[in-house]
C-alpha cells in the first residue's frame, strides 16, 4: 500500500486480485473478501486538449459508465491523470466493483 499509515480495512487487492483483501495497518493480510469483485477500465490518449476531442473522450466514459452499470456494476472510483500537476496525457482510470455474496 502507498500510504503506509492507512487505517486497517478492506481495500481492492493491490495484486489486481478481482476481490478485496485486508490490510492490518502496516501490511497486507492473506484474507480475502469475496463480497466485492473488481473490475478496471483505463483509456489513454495522445490528445491535445482541443474541446471537440475533450468531448469524445467524456462520451467514450461516459459510455462505459453507462454498459457497466447495465451489468450490474457500481462506479466505486475514477482517476485521471489531470489530477497530477503537469500531466497532459489524458488518462481515465474507471474502477467498477459488484457484489458477489451478500
Known amino acids: 500500500m502507498e500510504n503506509q499509515s492507512a487505517p486497517s480495512g478492506w481495500y481492492p487487492d493491490p495484486n489486481k486480485g478481482p476481490f478485496e483483501r485486508f490490510w492490518n495497518g502496516s501490511s ?3 484474507q480475502i473478501n469475496r463480497r466485492y469483485e473488481y473490475n478496471v477500465w483505463s483509456e489513454t490518449d495522445s490528445w491535445t486538449r482541443q474541446s471537440r476531442k475533450m468531448s469524445q ?6 459510455k462505459e459508465i453507462n454498459l457497466r452499470v447495465s451489468e450490474g456494476w457500481e ?7 489531470d489530477s497530477i500537476k503537469g500531466s497532459d496525457s489524458g488518462s481515465v482510470m ?3 466493483r ?3 455474496f451478500q
Open 28 to 30: 497486507w493480510t492473506d
Open 57 to 62: 473522450t467524456v462520451k467514450t466514459v461516459q
Open 75 to 81: 462506479l466505486f472510483d475514477t482517476l485521471s491523470t
Open 94 to 96: 474507471l474502477i467498477f
Open 98 to 100: 459488484r457484489t458477489v
